[in-house]
């Protein structure tokens, strides 16, 4: 039987960190043996913010070493860049004339851009989800392992295989999101206001390329209370974001311990928090040596992400002929 298709993208817009790895990352490198894997840059998407050009191709070298740091192997994932591929643009085009205004505008993600920066409400950044399904369907991808935040989108990637498959005939397969946990993860920040993300929140987010001591320093400022005082309590949010951290990083017997000394109020926060900071800097620190190495080597980087197009382009070019044909667009 042939392997379930898999595609999952990370945008190039700064340094990666926990969200991104146990949202995305973890699960591209359980999945690269049991699937066909398709993981890329998604340096397009990262235009909508408008980067400098200077930064943008670093931004990108990272991203790939990050993701290589993690564990992926590039001779069983195609490990690309976005823009490698114009047969992207080129499904974007055909999908944005089944995307209408009013759904795209109704999109949380698009409204929380509008919000945050009202003085740049380009049409890519409405568009954004037509483009993400085309990153998708240009593999036929069944499976998409990300973050609980793109759930939606995935949704509106199914609406428009839907309409494509009913206008023109059966070709694309229905996407789904996933997550090895059954559930779909979303790691929170260490202030308690919303989660690790590459841009917001920088010193309530931990970043695969943190030093030792910065580690240490944010979760130390992570906050907190003076404890419970009533045995069994309900946890308040910011609470439970730690013991959330301490689950993905800590040893399973000092969560279980932790947890019970919350529940008989004798939990001490500041040990709590000495302990999460060790386990976390083993977690961190390995593979940002690791990163630091790769990112010396650009070349071997090239190599990668040149061989990772290569093989992205032969199943995406196969698909393009596919619904060109479909459509009509085949005069020749
Ligand atoms: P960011 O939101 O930090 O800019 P991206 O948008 O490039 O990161 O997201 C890349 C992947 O990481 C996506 O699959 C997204 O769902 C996931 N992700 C980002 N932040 C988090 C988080 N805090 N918790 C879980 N997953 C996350
Ligand atoms: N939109 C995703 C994010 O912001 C990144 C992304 C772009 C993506 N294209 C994708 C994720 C395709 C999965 C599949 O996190």
Sequence with gaps: MSKEIVVSGIRSTGFLHLGNYF???????????????YFFVADYHALTTHPDPKELKGNVYRVVAENLACGLDPEKVALYAQSDLPEIPELYLMLNMMAYKGELEKVPTFKDKVRQQPENVNAGLLTYPVLMSADIIIHKAVKVPVGKDQEQHIEMARNFVNRFNNRYGELFPEPYAFNFSNELVKVPSLDGNGKMSKSENVNATLYLADEDDVIRKKIKKAKTDSGPTEPNSEMPEYIKNIFLLMKLVSPQEVYDTYTNAYNDCTIRYGDMKKQLAEDMVNFIAPIREKAKDLQNNEDQLK?????????????????????????????Y
């Excluded at 949202?23 to 894997?37: I, L, R, S, T, W």
């Excluded at 393009?320 to 044909?325: C, F, H, L, P, T």
């Design 23 to 37: 949202g995305a990352m973890k699960n591209y490198v359980q999945m690269q043996d049991e699937y066909n894997c």
């Design 303 to 331: 190599k990668i992400m040149k061989e990772g197009a290569e093989k992205a382009r032969a199943s995406a070019s196969k698909t393009i002929a596919e619904a060109r044909k479909l459509m009509g667009i085949n005069y």
